[in-house]
Every structure is written in structure tokens, then in C-alpha cells.
């Protein structure tokens, strides 16, 4: 399961998964132990029951430790992935000295390597479970070539199945991953115009904000309303101002770069997310953005740029929103966008929010 694309936006509800099956790992290593243990017991009179009981007991130690450990914080890390790959490789190795302990293939200890597969494929990303699954074939195969134990058809027979075992967990896995960003897509979309909605632009933003401050790199945030948008619903029907948002987004596309974000956060209020800009910068866009507008739909604008004038996502709507009132009670009634450029010299000599 991926949770962040490739904007940085991370998604609540996959990471609070990711925590629960943190959790089911641990008591999943703590019944496999058991049962390993209580074969142990069972068998005690064959060879090796120390080593093995030494080695499922370090796997115990590892198990309390693991549970032990800021799960929340590792979830939310960029490391998050090599931490639990870094896990189901020592589970592994620990299966796999059990297996040659146990006197090779012929071992059942060897079924515990179906355990890291289907783990797995519950909530790792496609890559990781086809690791996961590969290394587990390979193993078998290694145990299979220099200890044996089994006969050479139930050891081909076993790895048929364990290889069969990951690839229907790889190909859950790329599902899984497909139907996850098809419905983050869905979740953050206006169904409308097709551009992000409050939500979508909210978490973009957030994240670029956030990626923007450990760069000590620069943005800006622009809120726009179209004038007299009512107007035009009660006058030519819905449909034309349906049409006339589809217009607004599409011409935001064309005036704005693909690095740039644009989202419907209200009714006729668009927000648009100019990354890796200083405020200069995000002053000259916003102007090319209200000169696209303005021959059939003019907007009052208000926009605010990051540091300068505000380190969240909060501090700079805010501002952003009071220069858009300062900017619609300042014009005359007649469309256009007076008293807009003195809101972005403010801008550009980096002067503080508008009284």
C-alpha cells in the first residue's frame, strides 16, 4: 500500500492500517513461537531441541522488543518500509536456521514460510511483498539443494506451492494498491471540474508546505471567487455556471504549471497551491491568472506567500482570504480588479497581512 504519492501526501487511513497490522505482526510472531515451541516439547528426544529452543527464544526477545517500539512514529517514517522489510528478512533467516536445525526440507518447521508471504501481501507495497515471496522460494530451494531431508518430490511439490503462495500474494498486493489510489483519487477529486476538492488541495498543500520548510524553499497559496456567480446561475440556469466552473479549472490549467495545485474548495472559491515560487513570483502568477479570467469570468484574488507571511497552511489562507475581501471591497462595481495591484506590491516588498 503506497501512502504517499508522488506529491508527499500521506493518507490517515493507510497509516492507521499499517499500525494495526504492526500489531497483528507481533501476536502473529508470538502464536507462531508458541507453536514452534510446543513442537519443540513434542520432539523433544530428536536432535538439536537446544538450538532450536535457543533460536525461537531470541525470536521471542526480538517479538517483545519489536512490540515495544514507537510504532506510530515508525509507521509515519519515511523509513517505514525498510524497517518492516528489515523484519521479515530476520524472521526469515530465523525460520530458515530452524528448518536446517530441524533436519532440512523434511522439517515442518518448513510451513512457517508461508507465515511471511501472507503477511505481507495483508498491507506491504507490491515490491516488498514480491521480495518477500521470492526470498521465501529461494530459501526452500537453498535448504532443498544443501540439506534435502524431504524427497525430491515433495520438496518440488512444496516449492510449486510456497511460489504459487507468493505470486497470488503479489498479485493481491498490485490490486490492493490499485484500488487504494483509485479510491484516493475518487476521495480527493471535485466530480465537477475534475481538479482537487477542499480535501485533496488541503493535504496537498500540507504536504508541499511541509517539504517546502525542510528545504527552506518558498511558495504561495492563491484563493480566488468568481464575481456575480450567482448572478449568472439565476439568470442562464445552473448548467451555464456549471459550465463556467469547468471553464475557470481549465483555464487555471493552462495559465498555471503542472508542479502548481488547484482545488474547489467552495461553491465558486478556487485555491491554487504555486510551489517553489518566491513572492515575487507568486505575484506575476496570480496577474497572468486574473487576465486569463477576467474576459468571462472575473475573480477577486487574494494571495499569500509561504514563508514570508505564514509557515502553515492556516496562516496562509487566512491571509490569502483577507486580501481576497480587501481586494472585492476595493473594486468598483463594474468587473475588473481594481486596487489589485497595490495588494501585490504589498506582496512583493513582503509587507505583512492587509488591516
Given amino acids: 500500500m503506497n501512502d504517499w504519492d508522488d506529491r508527499g501526501i500521506v493518507d490517515q487511513s493507510a497509516l492507521r492500517m499499517r499500525e494495526a497490522t504492526f500489531a497483528a505482526g507481533v501476536w502473529l510472531s508470538y502464536v507462531v513461537i508458541g507453536a514452534a515451541a510446543l513442537y519443540i516439547w513434542l520432539t523433544w528426544e530428536r536432535p538439536h531441541r537446544l538450538a532450536l529452543s535457543l533460536l525461537y527464544g531470541a525470536g521471542l526477545l526480538g517479538a517483545i522488543a519489536v512490540s515495544r517500539l514507537p510504532r506510530e512514529q515508525i509507521v509515519r517514517s519515511r523509513w517505514r518500509e525498510v524497517f518492516f522489510m528489515s523484519w521479515s528478512l530476520l524472521d526469515l533467516g530465523l525460520i530458515v536456521a530452524g528448518i536446517a536445525a530441524d533436519g532440512g526440507t523434511q522439517s515442518p518447521l518448513a510451513l512457517v514460510l508461508f507465515v511471511p508471504v501472507v503477511f505481507a501481501a495483508m498491507s506491504y507495497p507490491l515490491a516488498s511483498v514480491v521480495i518477500v515471496g521470492g526470498l521465501s522460494t529461494a530459501a526452500y530451494l537453498a535448504l532443498a539443494l544443501t540439506i534435502g531431508g524431504a524427497p525430491w518430490s515433495y520438496q518440488a511439490l512444496f516449492m510449486a506451492m510456497l511460489f504459487c503462495t507468493g505470486v497470488m500474494s503479489a498479485w493481491q498486493a498490485r490490486n490492493h494498491d490499485r484500488q487504494h489510489q483509485a479510491l484516493m483519487e475518487v476521495s480527493r477529486a471535485d466530480s465537477l471540474t475534475g481538479c482537487l476538492n477542499r480535501r485533496g488541495f488541503e493535504e496537498r498543500a500540507m504536504a508541499q508546505i511541509a517539504s517546502a520548510a525542510r528545504r527552506a524553499g518558498q511558495g504561495a497559496v492563491l484563493l480566488l471567487d468568481v464575481d456575480r456567480f450567482k448572478q449568472v446561475n439565476d439568470t442562464r440556469g445552473h448548467a451555464a455556471g456549471d459550465e463556467l466552473l469547468r471553464w475557470v479549472v481549465r483555464t487555471l490549467r493552462e495559465t498555471t504549471r503542472p ?62 482570504d483577507a486580501r481576497l475581501y480587501a481586494s472585492r471591497e476595493g473594486r468598483e462595481r463594474e468587473y475588473g480588479l481594481v486596487a489589485f495591484a497595490a495588494l501585490f506590491d504589498q506582496v512583493r516588498a513582503g509587507a505583512g497581512r492587509p488591516a
Wanted: proline share 3%; glycine share 10%.
Fill in 259 to 320: 508542479s502548481d495545485a488547484i482545488g474547489r474548495i467552495g461553491g465558486d472559491e478556487f485555491a491554487v497551491l504555486f510551489a517553489d515560487v518566491d513572492a515575487e513570483g507568486a505575484a506575476l502568477s496570480a496577474e497572468r491568472v486574473a487576465d486569463a479570467l477576467r474576459r468571462r469570468a472575473p475573480c477577486s484574488i487574494g494571495v499569500a506567500a509561504f514563508p514570508l507571511e505564514g509557515s502553515t497552511l492556516e496562516d496562509l489562507m487566512r491571509s490569502a
